[in-house]
């Protein structure tokens, strides 16, 4: 088949519930093909993580002159990225926060319990509806200060935000990024407002040490406070509901391997991070050269669209053994599930902790449980691939 259709294929809604095979066609072809649309396809793994690690590779749209208005630090170069993320990570993470993560464990599992109570023998459930997104929302919602009751109006900005991300090759884009600007302004009206709401009546979450941080120096300006409360709310639970979906489906549909997990629990941390390897919550990312580049002996120019394929990368033989096998024991299992270089994902632990209490939590449950549907529903977004809906009776 025409290499120069493979992100179309990859990114076509048929291809959601399995596109592994396209992943393997492309690094059996590249691991760098040209697309029908000008934009480079990269498969291969350790490709991959020398352009997250390359600086000529730009996370900005700006750079092949897309007028995008004010991007969060996640589409911005150092060195602003590095000034806005070191200002966002300081009442989040280490150095200045270093207990935030761990501290919020036990409310965590307060929140998993509470969502579990209703999971009965003989009853069907939704695996994203009843508990892989409420669980993220809820811990996102207390951690930024947002109410939790908000969520209907948030969903629906965070779906719009999400849909305009999305690499659709074939696509007219601009009905989704106009649809998206107007989910990010109404979506950053909001959370500016509950922020203003705490200016001087500060609390413990990230809204309220935002706004009243004391020193002018590390002071978010109100642009850069919106654009990053809207990145930390969206992607503080959108990549999260994937990984625990994905998690219990691989697992519903792998028996031997969910016994393993419920005989040896201590196994739980290594298979969420294969987990991340063998069923990314994030698929691929776009990247724009400064220059022109040399990627495997294939020329690629400045401004080019560059996707980088991480589901194909995490699969790529040359670096994986085995690499289509769920193994919740791989060793050297240093995947691309959340990234890497500069741009590593900013809530990985985060993630990590709230990933390990659910799947804890399931497995009792998924033992006794089946699939009603297989393939499930997934969601239309190519780039974060997960269920949409993950029906299974207990």
């Known amino acids: 088949m025409d290499s120069t259709t493979l992100l179309a294929r990859i990114t076509d809604y048929a291809s959601r519930p399995n596109p592994y095979p396209l992943y393997e066609e492309l690094r059996e072809t590249g691991p760098v093909v040209q697309q029908a649309d000008g934009s480079y396809l990269i498969g291969g793994y350790h490709q991959i ?12 749209p700006r750079t092949r002159g897309d007028d995008t208005g004010n991007q969060p630090f996640l589409r911005l170069d150092d060195p602003e990225h590095h ?4 200002l966002a990570m300081r009442p989040f993470g280490p150095p200045h926060s ?5 501290g919020m464990r036990g409310e965590i599992d307060r929140i998993t319990k509470e969502l579990l109570e209703p999971f009965e023998a003989g009853r069907q459930i939704d695996v994203v509806d009843d508990f892989a997104y409420p669980l993220p929302v809820a811990v996102i919602c207390s951690l930024l200060g947002v109410p939790r009751e908000d969520e209907p109006l948030f969903r629906a900005w965070s779906d719009s935000l999400v849909a305009a991300a999305d690499v659709r090759p074939e696509d007219d884009p601009t009905e989704r990024k106009e649809a998206g600007e107007q989910a990010r302004m109404e979506m950053a009206g909001y959370l500016l407002n509950l922020a203003e709401q705490r ?6 979450d990230l809204l309220s040490h935002f ?4 020193d002018p120096a590390l002071r978010l300006t109100q642009e850069e406070l919106a654009a990053t409360a ?8 959108e990549t999260t509901v994937n990984l625990i979906t994905n998690g219990a489906l691989t697992l519903l549909r792998q028996p031997e391997q969910l016994d393993r997990l419920r005989r040896e629990p201590d196994l739980l941390p290594q298979a969420v991070e294969e987990l991340l390897r063998y069923e990314p919550p994030v698929q691929m990312r776009e990247r724009i050269p400064h220059a022109d580049l040399d990627v495997a002996g294939t020329p690629v120019p400045r401004g080019a669209s560059v996707v980088l394929a991480l589901a194909s990368g995490n699969r790529d033989p ?5 690499p289509d096998r769920f193994d919740p024991a791989r060793p050297d299992n240093q995947h691309l599930g959340f990234g890497s270089g500069i741009h590593l994902c900013f809530g990985g632990a985060l993630a990590r902790v709230e990933a390990y209490a659910a799947l804890r939590a399931l497995l009792p449950h998924l033992g006794t449980a089946s699939l009603v549907q297989d393939p499930p529903p ?5 780039m974060l691939r997960g269920p949409r809906h993950l029906p299974v009776q207990l």
């Open 49 to 60: 993580a020398a352009l997250l690690h390359d600086p000529r590779l730009s996370a900005d």
């Open 83 to 86: 000034r806005l993320r070191t």
């Open 98 to 102: 270093p207990g935030r993560v761990d």
């Open 199 to 204: 200016r001087g009546k500060p609390g413990d």
């Open 211 to 214: 706004v009243n941080e004391p």
């Open 230 to 237: 809207v990145l930390l709310l969206i992607a503080g639970h």
């Open 318 to 322: 040359q670096r994986f053994r085995d």
């Open 378 to 382: 997934y969601r239309q977004n190519a």
